[in-house]
C-alpha cells in the first residue's frame, strides 16, 4: 500500500517520496517497507535512527527524520488507523457446521452460524445468528451465545452461561466452572471433613466483553456471576464466583479478583494485582500492578498501589522513609562530631 493511500485515509499529509508499506512496527525494530510512529519529542534520536520506510509525527514535529514522514494530529492513534488498513483478512469461517461437530437435535443454531471441527453443543444450548464458534469448543447444556460473538478454539462453555452479543472469547477461556467454595464438618470420631458447597449458579457475561486466552471465570454459588458489557479482560485472569463487574472496566493479565466483590464502571485492574473478597470497589478506581486490595475502595482516592494498597502518596512516603532515617542519622552522626565529646 502506497503511503499517500494511508495518509489520505487517516487524514494524514504525506511530506516525501511516495513510498510503499507493508507494515507496521517500533522504530527500533522497523526494517524496510514498515510503517513507524512517535509521537514525543523526547524519542527523537530513536526517529532519527529508525530504518523504517515512512513515519507517523505529531504536525509540530521539529525533529529530523532519515525517512519520509506523515504528519497526523494523533501518531497513536493513527497507527492504529493504519494498522487496521494494513492488516491481513480474517480466516473465512463460512456458515455450515463442520461434519465431525456433535450438535444436539435440541440446541437452537441461528442463521449464518459457523461451527468448527470437533465442537460440541449440548441441548438446550442457542446460538445467535451470525456466531463464529470455532474447532473444538465445548458448549454445555443450557448456554446461550448471542448476535456476531466470535468463539475461538478449545473455549469451555459449562451448563448456563450466558455470553452477549458481539462478544470475543479467545483460546483456552473457561467460564462456568466451579468457584472455590469448601466447608468444613466434624464427624462423630472427632475428625475434620472437607465438604464441597455446591455452586448452583451460572455465568453471564454482557454484551461486547472480550476475554483474554486461558482466563477462567467462576459459576456462582447461587445467582450469577456477571461481567458487564464493554468490559476487556486479558490472558490469565482468574474471576471467582459472585463477583459482579458493573462494565466498561479492564482486568490485566494474572489479575484475580475473589469471590463476591463488586467492581464498579470504568475500573482499571492491573497487571498481577489482587482484590480480596466480599469487597466493593467505586467506578472510575484503578488498582496498580502487583497490588494487594484488602479492603474497599469507596472512590475518594481514583489510583491504589502496593500490599496493603495505598495511595500513590502514601505508598511513596513509606519507601522514601528509610532514606529519610538514613539521612537523619548521618546528620546525627555530623551534628554530634562537630560538638565533640561530653
Known amino acids: 500500500m502506497k503511503a499517500s493511500e494511508i495518509a489520505a485515509a487517516i487524514g494524514g499529509e ?24 512517535c509521537k514525543d519529542s523526547k524519542h527523537v534520536k530513536l526517529v532519527e535512527g529508525t530504518a523504517a520506510s515512512a513515519v507517523l509525527l505529531p504536525r509540530d514535529w521539529q525533529g529530523g527524520a532519515p525517512c519520509p514522514v506523515i504528519s497526523v494530529d494523533d501518531p497513536d492513534r493513527a497507527c492504529i488507523e493504519a494498522a487496521k488498513l494494513l492488516a491481513p483478512p480474517e480466516p473465512l469461517r463460512p456458515a455450515g457446521i463442520h461434519p465431525t461437530a456433535v450438535v444436539s437435535p435440541k440446541a437452537k ?46 473455549v469451555t462453555l459449562r451448563e448456563g452461561t450466558k455470553v452477549g452479543r458481539g462478544c470475543i472469547i479467545h483460546c483456552g477461556v473457561r467460564l462456568g466452572g466451579d468457584g472455590y467454595g469448601f466447608t468444613t464438618k466434624r464427624r462423630d470420631d472427632g475428625s ?18 472480550e476475554i483474554g486466552s486461558n482466563t477462567t471465570i467462576d459459576r456462582a454459588r447461587i445467582g450469577r456471576t456477571y461481567i458487564g458489557p ?17 462494565g466498561y472496566s479492564g482486568l490485566i493479565a494474572q489479575s484475580g479478583i475473589a469471590g463476591s466483590t463488586e467492581i464498579g464502571m470504568g475500573c482499571l485492574i492491573w497487571a498481577q494485582a489482587g ?3 466480599h469487597l466493593k470497589i467505586a467506578d472510575g478506581v484503578q488498582v496498580g500492578p502487583q497490588a494487594g486490595v484488602s479492603q474497599s475502595l469507596d472512590g475518594s482516592v481514583k489510583y491504589v498501589i502496593g500490599t496493603p494498597a495505598e495511595s500513590m502518596k502514601e505508598f511513596g512516603g513509606r519507601l522514601l522513609l528509610p532514606k529519610a532515617v538514613s539521612k537523619l542519622k548521618g546528620r546525627l552522626k555530623d551534628i554530634e562530631h562537630s560538638e565533640g565529646p561530653k
Not at 504525506?14 to 526494517?31: K, Q, S, T, Y
Not at 475434620?192 to 466483553?209: A, H, R, S, T, W
Not at 464493554?230 to 458493573?246: A, E, F, R, S, Y
Open 109 to 154: 443454531i441461528g442463521s449464518g452460524v459457523h461451527i468448527g471441527a470437533f465442537t460440541v453443543i449440548e441441548a438446550g444450548s442457542s446460538i445467535g445468528d451470525g456466531a463464529v464458534v470455532e474447532a473444538q469448543v465445548f458448549i454445555g447444556e443450557g448456554c446461550a451465545v448471542g448476535e456476531s460473538t466470535h468463539i475461538y478454539p478449545q
Open 14 to 37: 504525506l511530506n516525501g517520496n511516495d513510498v510503499e508499506i507493508f507494515a507496521c512496527a517500533g522504530l527500533e525494530e522497523a526494517r524496510k517497507g514498515d510503517l513507524s510512529f
Open 275 to 277: 482484590v480480596s473478597g
Open 192 to 209: 475434620v471433613e472437607i465438604e464441597k458447597i455446591p455452586q448452583l449458579g451460572i455465568v453471564e457475561i454482557g454484551d461486547g466483553v
Open 230 to 246: 464493554m468490559t476487556k479482560i486479558d490472558n490469565l485472569v482468574q474471576v471467582g464466583h459472585n463477583v459482579k463487574i458493573k
